[in-house]
């Protein structure tokens, strides 16, 4: 096993998914010999070669367009964009074309494509540069939709879905690309595609989150640890998002009776809606307090000064915990 962080998951997950299937190719703006904006694709044009890993025009419609003709025709495209606000020019070609072929052709045709994305703030970056638009690929029938917290499950999540015969969208965390190393198996694994994973086990209240404020809610179970240690909570990372673990989900809050839903993407129309809305029409009859978010503002995200008031943060996870568990009828 090798001790790598989250950007090295990322390439060692696209060289292991090269070698084993010659009709991979990946490719995005600075892609090539650069290797990406974040090195993700560093090394792979020299050893795989300028056709099966290669610079984009700078045209995400286009390029995401071109993918879709190689997956019909046999290829499993792997399509980096290089920030995830920059994908709206994409947009187009992904709600239109990629998520309804599978349906327009009856299944005579799958779309065997991957569309990686950074995504979300906290690297004082511009706003394009910063955004959390999960909710925009969720929405549209046909795609799945993953998002990963942890070295071992970025590398994992990113080969089933280059193993997936429908089209998948990672969107990897920005700001823990180099934030923490793992032990991660060396080679081929995957980790399966809509399945969340229970981090911690407890009773008095589900919290449920993905990506980044995977991490922000365990530095937040640490404060509740020290500063209210009766507070028992069961943390689970969804991992995927479209399709999400709802069995999980239901099973954790009919035990703790509270659920609290945590990402830095916008509150209206989120993934954190549909949590509430499911967990509501399933599980009401167990509920012993109002469901709950912890979420990022309706707003454009700041620029940098203000960036830090819009993230998510342990502290306000920590404060929605306390608020939660302590509702009274």
């Not at 307090?289 to 830090?308: C, H, K, M, Q, S």
């Amino acid at each position: 096993m090798a001790v790598i962080n989250n950007i090295t998951a990322v390439t060692n997950a696209l060289e292991v998914a090269m070698e084993r299937n010659d009709k991979v190719v990946v490719y995005g703006e600075d892609a090539g010999f650069e290797g990406g904006v974040f090195r993700a694709t560093q090394g792979l044009q020299k050893k795989f070669g300028i056709e099966r890993c290669f610079n984009a025009p700078i045209s995400e419609a286009i390029f995401v367009g071109a993918a879709i003709g190689m997956a019909i025709n046999g290829m499993n495209p792997v399509v980096e964009l290089q920030f995830e606000g920059l994908g709206r020019a994409s947009l187009q070609n992904i709600t239109t074309h990629l998520g309804r072929y599978r349906n327009r052709t009856r299944g005579k045709y799958t779309l065997p494509m991957v569309i990686r994305t950074p995504m979300g703030g906290g690297i004082s970056a511009l706003e394009h540069h910063s955004e959390a638009l999960e909710a925009l690929y969720a929405h549209t029938a046909g795609l799945k939709v993953v998002v990963p917290s942890t070295p071992y499950d970025t590398k994992g999540l990113l080969l089933a879905a280059i193993e997936s015969p429908d089209p998948v969208i990672v969107m990897e965390p920005t700001k823990l690309y180099r934030a923490f190393k793992q032990e991660v198996p060396d080679g081929y694994y995957t980790v399966p595609i809509g399945e969340g994973y229970k981090i911690t086990e407890g009773n008095d209240v589900t919290i449920v989150t993905y990506g980044a404020q995977t991490v922000d809610c365990q530095k937040a179970l640490e404060i509740i640890k020290a500063s209210n240690p009766e507070i028992s909570a069961e943390l689970i990372d969804l991992r995927t998002i479209s399709p999400w673990d709802r069995k999980m989900v239901f099973e954790s809050v009919k035990k703790t009776g509270r659920l609290i839903v945590v990402h830095e993407a916008v509150k209206s129309f989120s993934v954190s809606s549909e949590i509430i809305a499911a967990v509501n029409e399933n599980c009401f009859e167990y509920l012993k307090a109002p469901l709950a978010r912890v979420t990022g503002y309706d707003v454009n995200i700041p620029f940098v000064r203000g960036e830090g008031y819009h993230q998510v943060n342990p502290q306000k996870i920590a404060e929605q915990i306390k608020k939660t568990v302590g509702f009274k009828f």
